[in-house]
């Protein structure tokens, strides 16, 4: 890294500079581990080609019209409740097969320690084994990543990362149902004795269903059993088409949105004859926008395998129209409008914010803030770069929290209240943009020359507010 950074012919002043090309290089190349070749026709690899290689994605877009099917075969009466079950798990495991080879076993292995839990364990001790075990065997897996990216220097395979992404999905449902028991909102299905074992396929599809397999959004057990089983009551085929067609040209928009960022990074990399702050400030921001868009395009992507399947479906709205919004990550658009961190941090990855507000907040007795942002780094895998961004989010929102305590009181006027919302927005913007940076790109390395660049006084700014008010 230092060898990079001391390239004969570049001057001290450029440094930064320097810095911000190699992160421009670890951003492009970081997702090379994704790519895979495969053989297919030519509407595959347009799609591969429109997904710009990424593996989560375009097997995602294969998802649709799988779970277009099992929408259109229930709605019709073709399949029973219990063969839509089936159809669901089965879709999970050879999806699963399909993606992740022998990696596989990872799920499968979850998926049968949640059943063996739910029939061994009483209600009121199963959420502390499920979350505690889970946790440990996802950890397991993140902690042997980190074995071959650090130690041994080499590339882990993509399967294997597309089967820790999913056991991480599978850690939320299998919480979120084992909290679910023992909060008495769901009944055990071995508690009662004349109950059809048959029942069992239900939570074992809920934790294989082919359309949460990769992605999001977070499902409740009882959304999911509802929309399985009221699916000949979905809307009319108009309402649910239009729907699905509205999120599928929103991935569009997001996905091409990412081209023009990509341009304008290379253009910036370009000129490098001025040493203006705004200019290393400005490419940090806009890396972080094209990271951020990735995750907005798959997100929006598993809301369509999901819409697609029929699950989803959040009643009616006031005017009377279908609402399929209850089952949602948010809206980028809306996230990225956020004025404080604090608000960001809800909308952001709006379900896991959900999960780990019911997971932690909710039931840690000191510093709840902490602890839920801590518990996110160890979820997401206790990378360094993972590690210092949750860190920086948590004393960003403990900052706004304080200065908008502060403030509130004083802002009387129109003009100081539109003021302070601009300011507070790019701060919010620049804050968000070292954290997005500092996660995704993981590696300590990395987080040095991310730390080398002036926007890191923003996140600075958040101590000094939290000492000071």
Known sequence: ??????????????????????IYHISFTHTQHLRSYHKSGLVMDLVWIFC?????????????????????????????????????????????????????????????????????????????????????????????????????????????????????????????????????TLTSPFQNKSQDLSVLISFLSYSLYFPALLGGP????????????????????????????????????????????????????????????????????ILSLLLKMNYYAHWKISECVNSAAGIGLHGYGHSGRTSWDGLSDGSPWVTEASSRPSVFARQWNRTTAVWLRRMVFKRSNKSPLFMTFGFSAWWHGLHPGQIF?????????????????????KLTSLWRKWLYMCLNWAFTQLTISCVVVCVELQSLASVKLLWSSYITVFPLLSILMILIL
Request: hydrophobic content about 50%; proline content about 4%.
């Open 218 to 285: 977070l499902c409740s057990f009882k959304t999911f059993v509802e929309s399985v089983r009221q699916m000949s009551l979905t809307p009319p085929f108009a309402s649910y088409l239009g729907n699905l067609t509205l999120k599928i040209l929103q991935v569009v928009v997001l996905v091409w949105i990412k081209y023009p960022l990509k341009e304008l990074l290379t253009s910036l990399l370009t000129f490098r004859n001025s040493t203006y702050v705004c200019q290393d400030i400005l490419w940090i921001w």
């Open 389 to 409: 961004g949750f860190l920086i989010w948590a004393f960003t929102v403990q900052g706004d929290y304080k200065l908008h305590q502060f403030l509130h009181p």
């Open 1 to 22: 890294m230092s060898v990079y950074l001391c390239t004969p012919g570049i001057q001290k002043d450029k440094i930064k500079d320097k810095s911000a090309i190699h």
């Open 52 to 184: 710009g290689g990424s593996l989560q994605l375009f097997y995602q877009f294969v998802n649709i019209p799988f779970a277009f099917l099992f929408c259109c075969l229930a709605r019709q009466g073709h399949l029973s409740i219990i063969n839509r079950y089936i159809y669901l798990t089965l879709g999970g495991f050879i999806l699963a097969i399909v993606t992740m080879g022998p990696y596989s076993l990872l799920l499968f292995f979850s998926a049968v320690l949640l059943l063996l839990l739910i029939h061994c364990l009483h209600p009121m001790h199963i959420h502390q084994w499920t979350l505690g075990l889970q946790m440990c065997w996802q950890t397991c897996w993140h902690l042997y990543i980190q074995y071959q990216l650090y130690w041994l220097q080499e590339t882990p395979d993509s399967r294997l990362l597309l089967a820790i992404s999913a056991l991480m999905l599978m850690t939320q449902r299998a919480s979120s149902l084992s909290l679910d028991l023992q909060e008495g």
